[in-house]
T-cell receptor, first 112, second 112 residues
Framework: NAGVTQTPKFQVLKTGQSMTLQCAQD?????MSWYRQDPGMGLRLIHY???????DQGEVPNGYNVSRSTTEDFPLRLLSAAPSQTSVYFC???????????FGPGTRLTVL | AQSVTQPDIHITVSEGASLELRCNYS??????LFWYVQSPGQGLQLLLK??????LVQGIKGFEAEFKRSQSSFNLRKPSVHWSDAAEYFC??????????FGTGTRLLVSP
């Protein structure tokens, strides 16, 4: 089991560029989430999914899109990057809501 | 709205001393409670969780936490801290279904 994998590990973008952060899990987990981590603010939920074809917004969804076409993959798209989106992004997955949530290693994104 | 408060941004303890990290939550029903640890540049690892039953829960690496409903608290403890425990610790609350709400974290420094 690779667990939760994220690519890339680091990324630098210019304002206005778009990109997709990749997340995959091989544990057959239904529930997947994207968080961003900023100093002094903990982790904040961006979007989540409770199964293939089902997504919903979290606490800070603006500027981000997600889709869930398969159980394994949950990509996060930045439509037009802004400096305020400079952050570390974590993907997570779990089998059921009450189960342990497993986190990926993170993607450190800088928007200039 | 549901929230998690970790009142201590930084804590410094001497190696071998005991540790207590504070966590208070705001939620109407009995929540699912978690403590995660994050080493520098790494993802989050689950230390322990509380769902129901015994209010004192044991976790990995010698950590334990006690759920106190009357105080809305879920403090993390360790009787003897090791230098390798230096990291950032996050308390989190599952407020139902999918949303996991994190505190802002407490950074633990261990002095020789």
């Amino acid at each position: 089991n690779a667990g939760v994998t994220q690519t890339p590990k680091f990324q630098v973008l210019k304002t206005g560029q778009s990109m997709t952060l990749q997340c995959a899990q091989d544990m057959n987990h239904e529930y997947m989430s994207w968080y961003r981590q900023d100093p002094g603010m903990g982790l904040r939920l961006i979007h989540y999914s409770v199964g293939a074809g089902i997504t919903d917004q979290g606490e800070v969804p603006n500027g981000y899109n997600v889709s869930r076409s398969t159980t394994e993959d949950f990509p996060l798209r930045l439509l037009s990057a802004a400096p305020s989106q400079t952050s570390v992004y974590f993907c997570a997955s779990r089998l059921r809501p009450s189960d342990t949530q497993y986190f990926g290693p993170g993607t450190r994104l800088t928007v200039l | 709205a549901q929230s998690v408060t970790q009142p201590d941004i930084h804590i410094t303890v001497s190696e071998g001393a005991s540790l207590e990290l504070r966590c208070n939550y705001s939620y109407g029903a009995t929540p699912y409670l978690f403590w995660y640890v994050q080493s520098p540049g790494q993802g989050l690892q689950l230390l322990l969780k509380y769902f129901s039953g015994d209010t004192l829960v044991q976790g990995i690496k010698g950590f334990e936490a006690e759920f106190k409903r009357s105080q809305s608290s879920f403090n993390l403890r360790k009787p003897s801290v090791h230098w390798s425990d230096a990291a950032e610790y996050f308390c989190a609350v599952n407020t139902g279904f999918q949303k996991l709400v994190f505190g802002t974290g407490t950074r633990l420094l261990v002095s020789p």
